[in-house]
């Protein structure tokens, strides 16, 4: 029978874990709402609408082999969500605008519910529900590469 020995903290283990404990509750919150933002600020200071696949910087597999990867147009759809033009948004990036109210609310929840210490109930995802939106996303993302009408509305 094997047995599993503990292994030694070392010194950066030690430091991470004092520095984990010490900090304030507020610090994972600040860190992801300044990390979103940072993304936000690029976002709009870029005009991502202007662009095209072959502008700097760009997705290596549209580069490569002329297809939309699961992720185009995710940024073009959120600079279309920031200036209220849902149409087009959902036109770049449809599972994204879907997903984003969600995720925002999980978001605000784990937040509010770290610092504030209030209860806002948490949206609880069972895995169905994770694996039926990723074969969403599957698809949507073989659909949008399809060169026939009406899937070549989804191709940007």
Not at 41 to 58: E, G, K
Not at 66 to 86: K, Q, S, V
Not at 126 to 137: D, E, I, N, Q, R
Request: glycine share 6%.
């Amino acid at each position: 029978m094997a047995y599993y020995a503990v292994p030694q903290r070392d010194r950066f283990t030690n430091f991470v874990i004092r520095a984990y404990e010490r900090s304030p509750r507020w610090g994972a919150p600040l860190a992801v709402t300044a990390c979103m933002g940072s993304a936000v600020v690029y976002t709009l200071m870029q005009h991502p609408a202007d662009s095209t696949a072959f502008s700097a910087p760009s997705c290596l597999l549209k580069l490569t082999t002329g297809f939309d990867c699961p992720g185009c147009g995710g940024t073009r759809a959120a600079w279309y969500l920031l200036h209220g033009n849902i149409p087009q948004a959902a036109r770049h990036h449809a599972v994204f605008v879907f997903a984003l109210p969600f995720l925002l609310y999980m978001y605000v929840a784990w937040a509010v519910n770290l610092v504030a210490g209030r209860r806002l109930p948490m949206l609880r995802l069972s895995p169905k529900t994770v694996g039926v939106f990723l074969a969403t996303w599957g698809i949507f993302s073989v659909a949008r590469n399809l060169p026939w009408a009406p899937f070549t509305w989804l191709y940007v």
